[in-house]
């Protein structure tokens, strides 16, 4: 069952990967915008995230506060996704602050599941 544990948390950290690294890339390139790649990152990160959060088969307890704060944080990134592609779709181009603020939030979504114990 361990095992099982460890795969889908290699699972979670590649769509964590997938988000951030696509992100990444945006903003090297000056472009800023929402891509798909993105929002199927986010996708994987959460429904692997949300798959680590059942207790199934651990011998300790589960930090629900931290489970908490990483999911709404999760909320906060879908909905900056959505709400930057749908300006994407409008006017051509993500305003600023969605766009950096996409980054920074799934920077401290990793911040929080490495630093918080």
């Keep these: 069952m361990e095992t099982l544990r460890h795969i889908v948390l290699f699972v979670h950290l590649i769509g964590f ?32 995230g949300l798959a680590l959060a059942a207790p199934w088969g651990i011998d300790y307890d589960l930090n629900y506060a931290k489970i908490g704060t990483k999911l709404v944080i999760l909320i906060v990134i879908g909905a900056l996704l959505g709400i930057g592609s749908g300006r994407q779709r409008k006017s051509g ?25």
């Design 17 to 48: 990967a997938v988000l951030f690294g696509a992100w990444a890339v945006e903003a090297v390139n000056g472009h800023r915008g929402i891509t798909r790649l993105m929002s199927w990152g986010l996708a994987l990160a959460a429904v692997a």
């Design 93 to 117: 181009s993500v305003p600023p602050g969605i766009f950096w603020s996409i980054g920074i939030l799934t920077a401290a979504n990793a911040a929080i599941a490495t630093i918080w114990r």
